[in-house]
């Protein structure tokens, strides 16, 4: 079983990541993060498998906290962003460079993406959770 902690700021990107992500029988859900800084103390805590990350998120953003997680607790992370063509392919990179394993968009809607979008996501939280992230030690 995978186990899956979901980072967003939305309840609706989270809802729909969770019913998409449970849908699947090798996934599990284990817990949800309105910030980044929850989300550092929650894979301290819960030590999931694999996390979605949002980017743009109150108290401690997605980049920032991906950061924190490296250092302390390196997890796979995909990070979920919202964020245009121009803007995604640099957050894309400061993804990267933080430790993150790749960067999708973020679902328009449970459902309303096309089967393809769903079967990419969780063919890439599959394919990555066993990736091992190297832990990172510098601060920016």
Do not use: C, H, Y
Not at 47 to 71: E, F, N, Q, S, Y
Not at 96 to 118: C, I, N, R, S
């Amino acid at each position: 079983m995978i186990r899956v902690l979901i980072v967003d700021d939305s309840n609706t990107i989270r809802m729909i990541l969770k019913e998409l992500l449970n849908a699947d029988p090798e996934i599990e859900v284990v817990g949800e993060a309105v910030d980044g800084r929850v989300a550092v103390d929650m894979t301290r805590l819960l030590k999931p498998d694999l996390i979605t990350m949002d980017v743009a998120m109150p108290v401690m953003d997605g980049l920032k906290a991906t950061r924190a997680i490296m250092k302390e607790n390196p997890t796979p992370i995909i990070v979920v962003t919202a964020k245009s063509n121009f803007q995604e392919m640099n957050v894309a990179f400061e993804a990267m460079e933080a430790g993150a394993l790749d960067v999708v968009a973020k679902p328009q809607g449970f459902g309303l993406e096309p089967p393809t979008w769903e079967n990419e996501f969780l063919q890439k939280v599959k394919s990555l959770v066993n990736v091992k992230p190297k832990a990172t030690f510098q601060e920016s």
